[in-house]
């Protein structure tokens, strides 16, 4: 039980959040010291400051947003996981990512509306559907870019 107590009185101490967002072939930050992340996690946007519950989220396509002490940092993803560790550790593990500043609003606009197109016209459910996905995802990345 005392050792249950340590832990805990030593987590409240910690005022910063290690984070390790990885993409598919490439890591992004490793053991960085940040202040907050936020997710575009599946039940909502969430907040992860130092000393979070620990939890598993899956992640939607949507902004991921990296603040740190003197800088912040904006991240579009596919989707992926966030998972908060009891040792105010944070990882992000996504399908795909890139920097927010890597998209041109007008060509996602431009993708928004082909994928739509087809999603709507008369190509095999198999078409539309991945059509549909591709718009979902468009629209997640138009909304991002509009913050």
Do not use: C, W
């Not at 130092?50 to 603040?67: A, M």
């Not at 560790?85 to 890139?98: C, D, F, Q, R």
């Not at 718009?135 to 991002?144: K, N, R, S, T």
């Amino acid at each position: 039980m005392s050792s249950l107590r340590l832990l805990s009185s030593a987590a409240r101490r910690a005022t910063s959040l290690s984070l390790a967002r990885r993409g598919y072939a490439d890591s992004i930050f490793s053991s960085q010291e940040v202040v907050q992340v936020n997710i575009p996690a599946e039940s909502g946007d969430m907040g992860i400051l130092s000393n979070h519950v620990p939890s598993i989220e899956p992640i939607r396509p949507g902004l991921v947003e990296v603040i740190e002490a003197s800088a912040t940092h904006k991240f579009f993803v596919s989707s992926g996981f966030a998972t908060v560790h009891p040792n105010n550790k944070l990882t992000i593990n996504v399908v795909e990512g890139a920097s927010l500043e890597s998209f041109s609003p007008e060509a996602v606009r431009s993708n928004l509306q082909e994928a739509l197109k087809v999603a709507a016209g008369n190509g095999s459910e198999a078409e539309k559907m991945e059509a549909r996905v591709e718009a979902d995802v468009y629209e997640a990345l138009q909304q991002a870019l509009s913050k």
